[in-house]
């Protein structure tokens, strides 16, 4: 058998062409293509050859550094058959050259990125958010007011003594949430209510006028009150970043990152903020049950922002303002899932 | 003058084989196998990259890389940990690390090129902390504070200390551009985005407001393909060794075909077509790209045998220190 290729001694980046010889005793020669004159020879178990990789030119080092480079990958995987230290890699080339397995990966692959976003990211998320301390989750949203004030938020139009009433309605039920949210009232984005990480719940004037009664306005502040409570936010800052690591890390590149986090960012974000959505729910209609509300009016309100906005399931604030940072602190509107919802706890 | 093809040979449905199984054995083994994928991925390409008729090879043992990664990640979860835990001590690691900075980046590269052979002579790298230190951390500053004036000789002295440090065995690379060069391109690149809004302007009376925005979000993208093919040409065509240049055409147009087609398709595959589109842009700017010897290839002298650690690199690579330069 002789292996057409090429030889570099490795000490100028002249090259000759050269045939391979593999000899008795395991010996390999490699000798001038031209004269016929022996460059090189060694045992076999000496010369470090690599791994077959692809149709890409295998590489046989010699003691010297001296190398012979050839396109024969089948002679070369004939040749070292044998060879234990190279048996992994080419279980790697019989996987990769074999339409089946490559299937098989891909759909794997494909089910378990699936898995772990769905399921396995959120779930630790969720472990890890509850380990952390209180101060962890301030610390995410510290300033958030100030930044919504300066951006998208107006003072309040609403006078002291309706405030004052307001608050008096709600003191009574800030402790049932340990972090003992502070209320603020604003306006500039249509009916809206917001949970900020540090704590604070904002109620919108216009949310103010469209609730009927105080009940409903408790509604509301239990939903608030559950993102709190289920330290959403925290949640989904670990989340997203677990996310970003294991792109980078899976397919090696953060350019490739860049393009594939556009992705997540459209779909999961929908995906999670209804879990979101839910988690607040049962939270705010669990309180409201415990403390002998009616839970019609949960339902009622919800309708009402949801017949105002009137553009699908997530859109709450999407109709009012297209602040990214809003639709991560905003409240949704009802949707058939969170009439199931009530219905269950009726 | 011998005129020798750049010539990227690899496959687009061969590389996907390679990367997918890459991708779930580094899923199942947690991150572990990573270290055996980036080796996998980068002898691909290197390859497959063919000057004339010899090939590049990437070296590098995956052994090396682990442990790279390893003491990365330990770093940055004590970084993690401490920069939450008292806010004081993180102000002082970050500090530390921006010390650090220019000693990863010279590491990084020094790691890179050794592990970079073309026809058994490998590459080196031979810059300092000192140059390393003014060309990524000094001179960018300079940069801003001159409001930008000093911008194009910060690009001039960062490529400068990137590739005139850089050797082919004993055969260090020179580089020839100038503050002018940078500064056209960059000039050109205010005025095309300066169209765009002029343009988007006018057209507003005529069009609806949401397509006259359209026209200037689409000047931006245009303007950054401009700029991104005419930097690369820059580079190229500025780079010697010896006698031996380059000539390098990519065009701004050529950029943005391969990166639309790119984006959809990833898209469309939910990210499975990924490997194939690194292998399109690869050969589009291979195929753009020529090096022009001036005589024989022959007489490149290796360089005494150093060892490289890839300590640097990895943890360049995992604070993401893209320095996104490489010959």
Not at chain 1, 88 to 113: D, K, N, P, R
Not at chain 2, 2 to 31: A, C, M, P, Q
Not at chain 2, 123 to 150: C, D, E, H
Not at chain 2, 153 to 169: D, E
Request: proline share 3%; charged share 20%; with cysteine.
């Amino acid at each position: 058998m002789e292996i057409v290729g090429v030889f570099s001694n490795g000490k100028t980046s002249h090259t000759v062409k050269a045939i391979l010889k593999p000899g008795g005793a395991d010996r390999l020669t490699v000798v001038s293509a031209e004269s016929g004159e022996v460059i090189v020879a060694a045992a076999q178990f000496d010369v470090n050859i690599s791994s077959r990789l692809g149709s890409t030119p295998r590489r046989l080092e010699f003691f010297d550094g001296e190398v012979f480079f050839t396109d024969d990958n089948g002679a070369i995987d004939e040749l070292v058959r044998s060879r234990e230290d190279i048996g992994f890699s080419s279980i790697l080339h019989t996987i990769e050259s074999h339409v089946g397995l490559v299937v098989v990966a891909a759909i794997l692959t494909l089910l378990i990125v699936w898995a772990s976003l769905t399921r396995g990211i959120p779930y630790l998320a969720r472990e890890v958010a509850f380990q952390l301390p209180q101060s962890v989750q301030e610390s995410v949203g510290a300033g958030s007011l100030d930044i919504l004030d300066q951006l998208v938020f107006e003072p309040s139009a609403l006078n002291t003594e309706k405030i004052a009433s307001l608050r008096s309605l709600m003191n009574p039920f800030l402790s049932l949430e340990s972090s003992n949210p502070r209320i603020e009232f604003r306006s500039g984005v249509g009916p809206n209510a917001f949970a900020l990480p540090d704590g604070t719940v904002v109620f919108t004037d216009e949310l103010i006028e469209l609730a009927d009664d105080g009940e409903e306005i408790l509604a509301i502040l239990f939903h608030e009150m559950g993102h709190l409570h289920h330290r959403h936010i925290l949640r989904r800052t670990l989340q997203d970043s677990v996310i970003t690591l294991g792109v980078i890390f899976v397919t090696g590149d953060v350019e490739s990152a860049n393009i594939l986090l556009g992705m997540p960012a459209l779909f999961l974000d929908l995906r999670y903020s209804r879990d979101f959505e839910i988690e607040a729910d049962r939270f705010a209609l669990e309180t409201m049950s415990s403390e002998g509300i009616d839970l019609s009016k949960f339902e009622r309100i919800m309708n009402k922002l949801d017949s105002l906005t009137a553009t699908g399931e997530f859109s709450s604030s999407g109709a009012t303002t297209n602040s990214k940072l809003l639709d991560y602190l905003s409240t949704h509107p009802s949707t058939s899932e969170r009439i199931a919802l009530i219905s269950e706890f009726k | 003058m011998v005129v020798h093809k750049v010539d990227f040979r690899g496959d687009g449905s061969e590389y996907f084989r390679i990367w997918i199984v890459n991708v779930l054995l580094t899923i199942v083994t947690l991150g572990i196998y990573s270290a055996w994928a980036t080796v996998r991925n980068n002898r691909y390409f290197y390859s497959n990259f063919y000057l004339g008729d010899s090939h590049f090879e990437y070296l590098a043992d995956p052994i090396t890389i682990l442990k790279g990664r390893m003491v990365a990640i330990v770093v940055l979860v004590i970084y993690a940990v401490v920069s939450v835990l008292y806010p004081l001590a993180g102000l002082i690691f970050t500090l530390a690390l921006i010390i650090l900075f220019p000693y990863l980046i010279v590491r990084s590269l020094v790691f890179g090129r050794r592990m970079t052979s073309f026809r058994n002579i490998q590459f080196r790298f031979k810059g300092t902390y000192g140059g390393a230190l003014m060309a990524f951390i000094i001179w960018p500053i300079l940069g801003v504070l001159s409001l930008g004036l000093l911008f194009p000789l910060s690009l001039v002295k960062r490529n400068a200390f990137v590739i005139k440090n850089s050797a082919y065995g004993t055969t260090a690379f020179e580089f020839t551009a100038t503050y002018k060069d940078y500064f056209l391109i960059i000039l050109a690149s205010f005025g095309l985005v300066l169209l765009a809004i002029i343009g988007s302007v006018m057209l507003s009376f005529v069009l609806p407001p949401i397509m006259a925005g359209f026209v200037i979000v689409l000047g931006i993208y245009a303007t950054g393909f401009y700029a991104a093919s005419r930097t690369h040409n820059l580079m190229f065509n500025t780079t010697f060794l010896n006698e031996h240049g380059f000539n390098s055409t990519v065009t701004a147009g050529g950029l943005f075909q391969v990166a639309l087609i790119n984006t959809l398709f990833i898209i469309l595959t939910l990210g499975l077509y990924l490997p194939a589109a690194k292998v399109r842009s690869t050969k589009y700017v291979c195929s753009r790209l020529e090096f022009e010897a001036a005589g024989s290839l022959d007489d490149f002298v290796a360089a005494e045998k150093e060892n490289a650690s890839a300590i640097g690199e990895e943890l360049g690579d995992a604070l993401d220190l893209d320095i996104g330069l490489g010959i």
